[in-house]
């Protein structure tokens, strides 16, 4: 008897996502997606799995922009670009 | 007549599979960690250098320094063999695997489908392909036809016939014969060589030396087989099979128990289980950096109560060596029957995860398979964010 078999990719939840970001000279952000910063609330770095192939250098900002959103954005230094994601 | 395909080296050759260009190269088996440090099967440039089977490690590395050892890959193996079985029984073998590379069959079944013995053969070699360099032999006895596979070379099959089996065992070494390898060198030191040289001394008095296993070896060095048997086809094992690959490296149990638990959920809800309950599982990973593990839990009475099958399988994940990057689950047995005890009144919550269920049919036919997933927490202490839960999707 045969039967056919199946495979399922898993995939991570909360995968990061592009972010435009202008940035002040300091590196904190100035603009997120065309919207200006209102508040940096909160800022901080994780760095971790430094011992991989695939090291992560990420700087964090937690934001209030000027229309009210809520913002969660990163700076990845090894890619030396900006993400967006639900912390 | 009774067919043989042997493929030499078959576990070396099934971990390099993915490493083809080592096959070229001096290379062995490396010893599982913890046994004792012999070499496994060698590539025809390590025999060449001098390095044989069942060598001591030191003695190997210092017969040939450049000696590369491969590390064992038993779930490939069994896989590839598993799938070379399956190519033999779609080509109309009714095969008898013997051990991974060595499988017989009857021929007579087949001679009268491809128009003779040796087209037979020719069609058997075809089927396991030529990139495993099979041999086949074929006699009235299996122990001969294994010997003529023994001494084919790569992609050719050699018959013997009943007359000739004694002449044609004769001259060929001892190493054939089922034996122990301290039974050899203690045979060599006697000055016995060949099977020729085996079967001319008297019956008892190689009983009397070396015990009922070198009476059976005496028996098939003459030509006879005691015991003999007819070839028993294997009845092929239903491979229904679940695999979840992680976008990394999980060594965590509870991790890897909540991993079990989706694949559990989607591998009864297969429907060409038809409502049968396991009764023999396995469990598979492919470890970081390559190596496999895989463990097999046959059930005392089959069932397909997830909760069960939990308890069984769970205790397993704590044996895993190495952190894991796929994990499979697959059934290697059903029962025949789907008769369960049923209850009188349904479960609590029966209705509603029937709703449940009927719901998710609706989104999937709605927006097609990988629309619904289930969200399995695999780190949720990790500081990346990406790494603290998985979306496994869901098509049962």
């Given at each position: 008897m045969r039967f056919a078999t199946s495979r399922a990719r898993a995939r991570p939840l909360n995968a990061p996502r592009p972010a435009l970001v202008e940035a002040h000279a300091e590196g904190?952000?100035?603009?997120?997606n065309r919207q200006g910063v209102a508040l940096v609330r909160e800022e901080w770095r994780v760095v971790d799995r430094?011992?991989?192939?695939v090291p992560v250098h990420r700087r964090y900002f937690d934001l209030v922009l000027e229309s009210g959103e809520n913002a969660v954005v990163y700076h990845d230094a090894d890619a030396g670009a900006w993400f967006t994601q639900r912390a | 007549m009774i067919a043989a395909v042997v493929i030499p080296a078959f576990d070396l050759r099934a971990a390099l599979r993915r490493r083809?260009?080592?096959?070229?190269?001096?290379a062995a088996l490396a010893p599982l960690p913890?046994?004792?440090p012999l070499v496994g099967s060698v590539t025809g440039a390590a025999e060449a250098a001098g390095v044989r089977p069942g060598m001591r490690l030191s003695e190997a590395l210092g017969m040939c320094p450049s000696l590369e050892l491969v590390e064992q890959d038993p779930a490939t193996a069994e896989q590839a063999w598993e799938e070379i079985l399956r190519r033999l029984e779609d080509s109309g073998f009714a095969v008898e695997p013997d051990r991974p590379g060595v499988v017989y069959f009857d021929s007579r079944g087949v001679e009268r489908l491809y128009g003779g013995l040796e087209p037979a053969l020719k069609r058997a070699l075809a089927a396991v392909g030529t990139a495993w360099e099979p041999r086949a032999g074929a006699a009235e006895r299996r122990f001969a036809a294994l010997a003529a596979a023994g001494v084919a070379r790569a992609g050719q099959s050699l018959i013997v016939s009943e007359e000739r089996a004694r002449a044609f065992l004769a001259?060929?070494?001892?190493?054939?014969?089922?034996?122990?390898r301290e039974r050899y060198e203690e045979l060599e030191e006697l000055g016995v060589r060949t099977i020729g040289q085996l079967a001319g001394l008297p019956g008892g008095a190689v009983a009397e030396r070396l015990g009922p296993v070198g009476r059976r070896a005496w028996s098939l060095a003459g030509g006879e087989e005691p015991g003999e048997r007819k070839v028993a086809p294997r009845r092929p094992a239903a491979a229904l099979h679940e695999t979840l690959e992680f976008p990394e490296a999980i060594g965590n149990e509870l991790t890897l128990r909540r991993g079990l638990v989706v694949l559990l959920d989607k591998l009864l809800a297969r429907?060409?289980?038809?409502?049968r309950p396991p009764r023999k599982l396995a469990l598979w990973a492919r470890l970081i950096g390559g190596a496999s593990w895989r463990r097999t839990v046959t059930l005392r009475e089959p069932t397909a109560d997830p909760e069960r099958l939990r308890n069984a399988?769970?205790?397993?994940?704590?044996?895993?060596?190495a952190p894991a990057l796929k994990l499979r689950l697959e059934v290697s047995e059903l029962a025949d029957h789907t008769g369960e005890q049923l209850e009188l009144v349904a479960a609590e919550g029966a209705a509603l995860h029937g709703r449940l269920r009927e719901s998710l049919r609706q989104v999937r036919a709605a927006?097609?398979?990988?629309g619904v997933s289930t969200v399995v927490e695999v780190?949720?202490?990790?500081?990346?964010?990406?790494?603290?839960a998985l979306l496994v999707p869901r098509d049962d």
């Open positions: 904190t952000p100035q603009r997120v430094w011992w991989t192939d | 083809p260009a080592v096959q070229a190269r001096p913890g046994t004792e001259p060929l070494p001892l190493q054939l014969l089922p034996l122990e429907p060409e289980r038809a409502g399988l769970g205790p397993k994940l704590a044996e895993l060596p927006v097609g398979s990988g780190a949720p202490w990790s500081r990346i964010p990406e790494a603290r």
